[in-house]
């Protein structure tokens, strides 16, 4: 009995020993990495001491004596935070991440080699200025230097690799990579090009957007204007999306002029609408080198300009144009697929090997080709008939890098538009606002000039389609101190119709800048709470406008039961507000949706129906399309032998609205609150392995939330995942030019990317309640409200 006794106090002891050990170990992976924001370090060939202010998110404040030893500092205080997440980037846009993932990357990195980022970025940078290679440069060293010093953060621990070290070129693959995450032809065209095996070309064009429908436009006239200040003043893939990598998806900017300030001076707005997933894509630092640089706001992990925010002398944010700037061409190959067809004479493909190494050890050789547009990409579109090659505009020269390096030293509108006329492959309007009374906005667009309408696949063996270059930038619109007292943008209709050029036909609809623009304009003047009620707005004109449809053709139906009586009271009271609490908000969601789907599933098979869910522009369009003209082909259901109408759609689409909302809340309509069908997770990469999850703490949410797609306050879904919130604002800003300490900002996720950090996660809840804080600037303020301060030294 003793010895039993002895056996099994031992096996306890051992266990909890392995407990304890494990623990340990497990602590040492989480927390090992976390910096102490308040030690002193050295820094190799550092010229003068650096001093590094974190306020209370423990956002970095950086001030040097010169550039160098600026961006060494800004290089490694960035590792400090987002090493893993900068490594991942880089992977992204180098085609490796089947390296650190396993092979089931092997697809995602052959399409992001074929698109020819890092090539691209070598040419920038052998053009590069040498003030800009000499920044790049000691960014990369401070890189390495944390990572040749530093313990690495878990995600190199949990996936057995360290990073290899960091190369100027790196900063410049991350431009690119916004330029292809951004870009608008890669999905709809090819499924317009798959459509057609099934559907007529009447009902297709009724899925393209009439932009005549579309009535608002960014700016008035092709004509620029302009006028000085003083009379006015006196008067911007799916696996890659799960992995937090995808950029771009929609924004607001807006900015208003003194007249229309309650200051007396612009105020100025952005928030970019981007994936909401942590960490979040933007990094908030503050660099200094007094007298010759003093810059604020969002920096991409992994390169070292801030690309929106203000310096002493100007603001400026960004949204999306939308420009169509991907073409399809159909080749004609050679037997052996060696040459195609072209101008009348067989011409070589440039045919790359490509070995694919993985995680789990083996390589793959995969071959990619290319016509002198760019790569054949049937591969990875599933194409099995007709080869097909891509002109992108991410491969068209341009030097974003040398844009947000001059943005964040330009001191005037002239120095502006001098920096923003090489930002062409990362299309974007950018909003102005200078510390003299002035306002702007300023298209800054690489615009291909082709022949047709742009969303066709082109015959590729001639010519005749090929891109004639771009449009220059004195031709691109913009507008200067326009009378009205502001300027705006929300991915809507760049122009209108009498512009020379094809710029799009993928424009968001008007519903977010018709509100901006309505709020704007409701007060003779604004203030920074304004600009904080418009950014978190949830009424929707969307709503507004297909509300009062469905009720209409509702009042047509009888004999509701008593469940879809009390949602149809709920829908005609509504005030077309989607805060978290409404029930008319499931009921409009719901209803909108099915009866899109409800017009064309009938006409589709169950493959394409699918890809059409993923097609928001196009059936968005067909709605708009069809209350513009009063009716259309889709509505008739081809399985009956009825002819259907809208009416009908929207009867069989409100009973399976309230059948499903039933199913999902129950049969009490008061318990259909928007917010408890609607939320968003902030995940990790690696958040999608539970037990990594668990253990580290990746994963946080679900939050409920209100708005849409629609609304100024985007949280928006995909129509293949309902209702889980997968973008959002990824940055809310309000620059004063009367006083930068004025200013506000606030960010979905926090400074650190360690999930283990006080700082991860840490804004997230101020977030959610339309909350801002501080965005600090001058250095009495943020000497004063310092929470943590590092003195890096030169070694």
């Known amino acids: 009995m003793k010895t039993l006794k002895r056996v099994l106090l031992g096996v306890l002891g051992f266990l909890l020993l392995a407990l304890f050990v494990g623990f340990l170990v497990l602590q040492n992976i989480k927390t090992s990495a976390l910096p102490d924001y308040n030690e002193s370090l050295k820094l190799e060939r550092l010229r003068e001491p650096v001093s590094l202010f974190r306020d209370e998110h423990a956002i970095p404040h950086i001030y040097a004596e010169n550039e160098a030893d600026l961006y060494r500092a800004v290089g490694f205080a960035m590792a400090q935070d987002r090493l893993w997440q900068m490594d991942l980037l880089r992977r992204v846009t180098q085609g490796r991440l089947s390296e650190i993932l396993g092979k089931d990357q092997l697809e995602t990195d052959l399409m992001m080699r074929a698109i020819r980022i890092q090539e691209k970025s070598e040419k920038i940078l052998a053009t590069s200025s040498p003030e800009i290679i000499t920044a790049l440069e000691a960014y990369s060293d401070g890189i390495n230097q944390y990572i040749r010093k530093y313990p690495l953060p878990p995600e190199f621990k949990v996936l057995q690799y360290k990073p290899e070290p960091w190369e100027p070129v790196h900063c410049i693959n991350l431009i690119g990579y916004m330029s292809w995450d951004l870009s608008m032809g890669w999905g709809t065209e090819y499924f317009l090009h798959q459509l057609r095996a099934e559907v007529s070309d009447e009902k297709i064009a009724e899925l393209i957007p009439d932009l005549k429908n579309h009535k608002t436009a960014i700016y008035p006239g092709f004509g620029n204007i302009e006028i000085e200040a003083s009379e006015t003043l006196l008067s911007a893939t799916e696996n890659l999306t799960e992995l937090g990598a995808e950029i771009f998806n929609g924004s607001n900017n807006w900015a208003v002029a003194g007249k229309k300030s309650q200051t007396g001076m612009p105020l100025l707005a952005n928030d970019m609408h981007l994936g909401l997933f942590a960490p979040g894509i933007w990094y908030q630092m503050h660099q200094v080198v007094e007298g010759k640089i003093n810059v604020t706001g969002l920096v991409v992990p992994g390169q070292p300009f801030v690309i929106c925010g203000h310096n002493d002398s100007i603001a400026w944010g960004m949204t999306n144009v939308m420009v169509d700037d991907l073409d399809f061409y159909a080749e004609k190959l050679n037997e052996d697929s060696t040459k195609y067809w072209f101008d009348g004479a067989w011409h070589d493909l440039r045919i790359k090997k490509e070995i694919i190494k993985t995680k789990e050890g083996e390589e793959f050789e995969e071959v990619l080709k290319f016509t002198h547009r760019g790569p054949i990409v049937n591969r990875f579109k599933k194409e099995k008939e007709t080869p097909l090659s891509i002109r992108w505009l991410g491969n068209e020269m341009s030097n974003e890098i040398r844009t947000v390096f001059r943005l964040n030293r330009a001191n005037n509108w002239s120095d502006f538009r001098d920096a923003v006329s090489t930002f062409k492959s990362v299309s974007q309007n950018v909003v102005y606002a200078d510390v003299k009374g002035n306002i702007g906005l300023q298209c800054s667009a690489g615009v291909p000039i082709r022949a047709g309408s742009g969303i066709q696949i082109y015959p590729g063996d001639s010519s005749k389609y090929d891109w004639q270059g771009l449009v220059s930038f004195e031709e691109l619109p913009y507008e200067f101190n326009p009378e009205r007292g502001y300027v705006s943008s929300a991915n809507n209709k760049t122009v209108t119709d009498d512009y020379p050029y094809y710029i799009s036909y993928w424009f968001a609809t008007p519903s977010r800048i018709d509100r901006i623009r309505e709020m704007l304009e409701a007060k003779e003047k604004l203030g920074i709470d304004d600009f904080k009620a418009i950014q978190g707005d949830w009424k929707s004109k969307t709503a507004e406008q297909m509300t009062i449809v469905f009720i209409e053709s509702l009042k047509k139906q009888s004999g509701f039961n008593e469940t879809e009586q009390a949602a149809f009271n709920k829908l005609k009271a509504w005030d077309y507000n989607l805060t978290r609490e409404s029930q008319a908000a499931s009921i409009f969601e719901i209803l909108y949706l099915k009866s899109m789907e409800n017009l064309v599933k009938d006409e589709l098979s169950p493959e394409l129906f699918e890809g059409m869910l993923g097609q928001k522009v196009l059936l968005e369009n067909l709605m708009i399309n069809f209350l513009a003209e009063g009716q259309s082909q889709w509505a008739d259901n081809v399985m009956t032998e009825q002819t259907e109408s809208f009416d009908d759609i929207v009867a069989l689409s409100f009973n399976e609205t309230v059948e499903e909302l039933t199913a999902t809340l129950g049969n009490n309509v008061d318990d259909w609150s928007w917010g408890k069908i609607h939320s968003f997770t902030l995940a990790h990469p690696l958040g999608v392995v539970d037990i990594l999850n668990k253990a580290l703490k990746l994963n946080r949410g679900p939050f409920e939330v209100p708005g849409s797609f629609h609304t100024v306050c985007p949280y ?54 339309n909350q801002y804080h501080p965005d600090l600037f001058t250095k009495q303020n943020v000497e004063n409200k310092a929470r943590f301060k590092m003195q890096l030294k030169p070694e």
């Open 716 to 769: 928006s879904y995909s129509y293949k995942n309902l209702y889980e919130t997968v973008h959002g604002a990824s940055h809310r800003h309000i620059f004063s030019m009367a006083n930068w300490d004025d200013s506000e900002t606030i960010i979905p996720t926090g400074t650190s990317g360690i999930p283990a950090s006080n700082f991860y996660l840490d804004q997230t809840e101020m977030y959610l309640n």
